[in-house]
């Protein structure tokens, strides 16, 4: 069965640090995958997708980037982080062909502080 | 592009059914979901319906889609306190990678 994980589930990180999120999928193979950004106010803004090793497409110009180094690997970075950019991040996977649905990781709650 | 809304909050009692709606805009959606959020934790599937479907039905969930007025809701019946959490309508069409485009969420509390 598929599984993702990500991590880590929490952070707090000072203004003007890196950040580096991970997700990973397993039992599957080139799927679609995902970042999102909940913000306090609860909505989901789709950040990066990515259809295939080292194809990123950003939906949202910001302080992030996302990359996707093997099949099943998902980061997302920062080279200095914002207070505006704290938030709950999701990492999301989904077949490329099926239609059963988005599968999302447990989440990171950042805190810049 | 797609515009999805939802009811920000809803409540009801225990062991009553709850009606949570949905509007979308594209007429081309072609797969409807819907996601629970329960506090802290990442969104779970809990159903989603083809297009060219009326209704589906699982267990306490039923899906209904009115697909001329763009309007899905679920209806969860004998609802329970562990019903509580944030419902996201979500709905895909396929383009470049089946991007889902969420509603804002619809708070459930079910008071005892």
């Known amino acids: 069965s598929q599984t993702i994980h990500q991590w880590p589930a929490t952070l707090v990180q000072p203004v003007g640090s890196p950040l580096s999120l991970e997700c990973t999928v397993e039992g599957t193979s080139n799927p679609n995958l995902y970042w999102y950004r909940q913000a306090a106010g609860r909505g989901l803004q789709l950040l990066f997708y990515s259809v295939g090793i080292g194809q990123i497409s950003s939906e949202v110009p910001q302080n992030l980037s996302a990359s996707r180094p093997q099949d099943r690997q998902f980061i997302l970075s920062s080279k200095k982080l914002l207070l505006s950019d704290s938030g709950f991040y999701l990492c999301?996977?989904?077949?490329?062909?099926?239609?059963?649905?988005?599968?999302f990781g447990s989440g990171t709650r950042l805190t810049v502080v | 592009g797609e515009d999805v809304e939802q009811s920000l909050f809803l409540s009801v009692r225990e062991g009553d059914s709850s009606v949570i709606n949905c509007t979308y805009t594209d007429s081309s959606s072609t797969y409807l979901y819907w996601y629970k959020q329960e506090p802290g934790a990442g969104l779970q599937l809990l159903t989603y319906i083809f297009s060219n479907m009326d209704m589906k039905q699982d267990q306490r969930l039923t899906v209904l889609l009115n697909k001329k007025d763009k309007h899905l809701s679920l209806r969860i019946a004998d609802t329970q306190t562990g019903d509580s959490a944030i419902y996201f309508c979500?709905?895909?069409?396929?383009?470049?990678?089946?991007?889902?485009?969420f509603g804002s969420g619809t708070q459930l509390t079910v008071l005892p």
């Open positions: 999301a996977w989904s077949p490329g062909s099926d239609a059963g649905g988005y599968t």
């Open positions: 979500a709905v895909v069409h396929f383009g470049s990678a089946r991007q889902l485009t």
